[in-house]
């Protein structure tokens, strides 16, 4: 009988369960976080028609580097819906439903029904794949094109068919504009197309050569338009505007870049804005920092990666490997994922050498989610594992007359259920007073639009107005400053201003700032008090 999705029950119950956790998730994310301004802001550039400055932020008034295909998705939505930050959320969320539908087919084309079940189950219920999926970031839309490009590309050099070099190109080319690592898709398929007999299939050199080809033209396709506006916009070609690879070997200084870009800003920008970026300058050449540097790195590496995963799923990762060895037909795929795990770890690594100080590494779960979303199908081979050697015991053997009542159902649902407080963890509850004293500014604010000096543009984007980054400094400085970039209001954290300005509450007077709001908010472990200082003028 030919299989057919909309018949599939299982993937439906799964998919509505995913689609559950995300809604759920999205509403019990109280705050957007910080990166989600510039993104909506490229949208609004979107639908306002303005395609040259496409990266381009009102809010913060600066060039971005994100790239352009959630902005793109977002403001196609805006158009049936008329609301950016909903735009956004639920591109996110299909992305992330999605993602579970890629996983399951996947798994059933490359193992078997029941690892495709159980992989979708631990991607569906998994707390940072859920978490990312209701944030109005490009992880969800990266996380989707990325899997399914790493899966084509496993398909394609398998058979060596055109049809799927071009698809591998393509969805490669869509997970490079969402993210830049997309692009590292390419070197591993082409890898193995070239160099590794994946397959027993005998083809020719020329055959392989001509497959690859056909993927890079189906990448160039998609990818070229944003390559030759990166062009335009920095004066050379690049894959992106972010860090590259030469510079996370230490090769550039990226401070001297940033002024290169910098020169693309707009003058009018400069007078509302001096939002700075946060430059990790490399430290030293990737070669030459030390062993016990190198050491610390990789086991910062390796225990962010086990805890992005879970501890818990980790542990079937190592019982799956285990009985992959004792399964023939799983052999290649286990190394086609350890190259990928391999290929982007390394990566990962390098970037928390070179960019990383003492005390704080730059690498993210957002960096590490693509590699953990693969892997699963290893800790669902570990889950089948264990479900079939606790049937084998006495106290399931006796309930085995009840097909819903067996080890294969009661040892996932408990793995889910141990899962679930994390993925039902509340997110920015205590960041709530942003958005009220946003909203506030909205309706009770005379300047139009206001500019707000902060740490984050949150507040500025509920508030429909300007921000400008606030520098540690002085108080006299930081008010100096404030009144010659005619910044509105201050953003102060009563808690968190001693590292910004410790001298703040000794040195305020009401000369220079007036507060007219204030946000507490009572924690079970902290209380946080956000207050908001209108900036007073010689001339008021």
Same mark, same amino acid.
């Given at each position: 009988?030919? +299989? =057919? ?23 019990? &994310?109280?705050?957007? &976080? ?8 490229? #949208? ?14 009102? &809010? ?12 793109? /998705? ?13 735009? #956004?959320? #639920? ?32 991607? #569906? ?50 997970? +490079? ?8 898709? /390419? ?20 055959? $392989? /050569? ?11 396709? /998609? ?31 990226? =401070? ?34 030390? +062993? ?36 023939? $037909? ?144 002085? +108080? ?22 001693? $590292? ?37 003028? $010689?001339?008021?």
């Amino acid at each position: 009988m030919k +299989y =057919s999705v909309i018949k599939d029950k299982y993937l439906w119950i799964v998919l509505i369960a995913a689609l559950a956790i995300r809604l759920y998730a999205g509403l019990t &994310t109280f705050v957007i &976080t910080t990166d989600a301004v510039p993104y909506i802001d490229q #949208a609004r550039n979107f639908v306002e028609g303005r395609f040259g400055r496409i990266d381009y932020s009102e &809010t913060t008034g600066l060039v971005s580097s994100y790239h352009p295909l959630y902005p793109f /998705l977002i403001a196609v939505l805006y158009k049936c819906i008329n609301n950016y930050e909903i735009s #956004a959320k #639920a591109i996110s969320m299909v992305m992330g439903v999605s993602l579970v539908i890629v996983v399951y087919m996947f798994g059933k084309k490359v193992f078997d029904f029941r690892i495709a079940l159980l992989c979708a189950l631990l991607v #569906a219920f998994h707390p940072y794949a859920a978490r990312f999926s209701a944030e109005i970031l490009s992880e969800s839309t990266y996380f989707f094109f990325f899997v399914l490009a790493i899966g084509l590309g496993y398909i394609a050099v398998n058979n060596l068919r055109l049809w799927y070099f071009v698809g591998t190109g393509l969805s490669s080319a869509l997970a +490079y504009l969402a993210r830049p690592e997309g692009v590292g898709v /390419l070197i591993i398929v082409g890898f193995f197309t070239v160099f590794w007999k994946i397959s027993n299939v005998r083809v020719s050199l020329s055959r $392989r /050569l001509w497959c690859l080809g056909v993927m890079l033209l189906a990448f160039s396709f /998609l990818a070229s338009p944003y390559l030759v506006y990166i062009k335009k916009q920095t004066g050379y070609w690049a894959l992106t505007k972010k860090k590259g690879v030469t510079e996370l070997l230490g090769f550039e200084n990226i =401070s001297f870049k940033q002024d290169v870009e910098n020169k693309t800003f707009e003058n009018d920008a400069r007078s509302v804005s001096n939002y700075k970026s946060v430059i990790a300058k490399p430290l030293r050449k990737i070669w030459n920092l030390g +062993y016990r540097r190198y050491f610390k790195t990789f086991l910062f590496v390796i225990s962010k990666f086990v805890s992005t995963y879970h501890p818990l799923l980790f542990l079937f990762i190592i019982i799956g490997l285990i009985k992959c060895k004792k399964i023939p $037909r799983l052999g290649m795929p286990g190394v086609y994922l350890s190259f990928v795990l391999a290929f982007y770890l390394f990566i990962l690594y390098a970037l928390a050498l070179v960019f990383s100080g003492e005390g704080f590494y730059y690498l993210s779960r957002r960096h590490l989610m693509p590699l953990v979303i693969p892997t699963m199908f290893c800790s669902a081979i570990g889950v089948q594992t264990l479900c079939n050697w606790a049937e084998k015991i006495s106290v399931f053997q006796s309930i085995e007359y009840n097909k819903y009542l067996n080890a294969k159902t009661i040892l996932p649902v408990i793995i889910i259920c141990l899962l679930l407080p994390k993925t039902l963890k509340f997110h920015r509850a205590e960041r709530v007073g942003v958005k009220e004293a946003g909203y506030w500014l909205r309706e009770n604010a005379q300047e139009v639009p206001s500019i707000i000096m902060g740490m984050s543009p949150r507040m500025a984007f509920y508030a429909g107005g300007k921000h400008v980054y606030m520098n540690p400094e002085s +108080y006299n400085d930081m008010i100096a400053r404030a009144r010659s970039s005619g910044v509105n209001y201050l953003e102060i954290y009563k808690e968190k201003i001693a $590292r910004t300005c410790p001298d703040f509450f000794e040195s305020v007077n009401s000369e220079d700032v007036e507060l007219v709001y204030q946000h507490t908010y009572k924690g079970k472990s902290k209380d946080l008090n956000l207050l908001l200082y209108k900036v007073l003028y $010689r001339n008021e």
